[in-house]
């Protein structure tokens, strides 16, 4: 079928398997602090728990499989809203991380599905992870591994170069330069000036990917219209 086997089935059956073994195996039992991140907001496991539970008895847990894979992490990488909604329900906020799968799938379409999920304002924030990287807290205010903080340039080339270097495109991504993608966030405040607890309080403006803009405020709405008119001239 040319590959659409694999790509639509394959790799969450892949993650489903490896999780699932984690679990059977015990390895959760035995290391109760274990962090385990599954991708596709967690394979067929959310949807298939219950069927676990009623036929995992043979594996021998001092508990029920769902038990452990509710321990689990995950992501939004699922083209469909209901999807990363059941994932998020069954999970929690807390443990459901943004990702867009770039660039096998493109960020504007996987914010327009989370936004169809109808989420409120405090939980689209949870998902605002730089200040994570930059003070190690999680949502209970416990530090983690605080050795492993980054500073403001640190998070500003995380989240920018090296992003372009992880999806091997740092020849047209990662920075504002003569020859590569104009993407760019506007923002409403100064990053480099804002205090780390207050990171989550800055807001996107407008955000422009590969020159056109996908993201706008009121303040930038006619931004789009006036930079067409330019190019016309030019």
């Known amino acids: 079928y040319g590959g659409a086997l694999h790509l639509s089935l394959g790799r969450v059956i892949e993650v489903s398997v490896a999780a699932s073994r984690i679990v059977f195996s015990g390895l959760m039992e035995r290391h109760p602090d274990l962090k385990v991140v599954m991708s596709h907001t967690g394979g067929a496991l959310p949807y ?22 509710r321990r689990m992490y995950t992501d939004t990488v ?10 998020i329900d069954y999970y929690g906020i807390d443990s459901v991380m943004y990702g867009s799968d770039y660039p096998c799938w493109d960020p504007a379409t996987a914010l327009q599905l989370i936004d169809d999920i109808g989420l409120s304002d405090a939980d ?6 730089l200040q994570w990287f930059m003070d190690r807290k999680d949502p209970k205010g416990k ?17 920018t170069r090296n992003g372009a270097d992880d999806v091997l495109r740092p020849d047209k991504l990662g920075s504002i330069e003569t020859g590569k993608f104009a993407d760019v966030v506007v ?32 303040t930038f709405a006619d931004l ?10 030019v």
Not at 78 to 87: E, V
Not at 124 to 129: G, I, L, P
Not at 150 to 159: G, K, N, S, V
């Open 224 to 233: 789009g219209e006036r930079l067409e008119i330019g190019r016309a001239h």
């Open 48 to 69: 298939q728990s219950g069927r676990m539970d009623k036929n995992g008895k043979a594996a021998k847990l001092p508990k029920p499989p769902s038990t452990y894979i």
């Open 187 to 218: 923002l409403d405040k100064d990053f480099m000036g804002t205090a780390v607890d207050q990171m989550r309080t800055i807001k996107p403006q407008m955000t422009m990917m590969g020159g056109k803009i996908v993201f706008a405020t009121p």
């Open 78 to 87: 699922s083209p469909h809203s209901l999807g990363m909604k059941f994932a």
């Open 124 to 129: 689209k924030d949870k998902w605002k992870d």
């Open 143 to 159: 530090v983690w591994g605080p050795q492993e903080r980054l500073d403001h340039q640190e998070a500003l080339r995380f989240f």
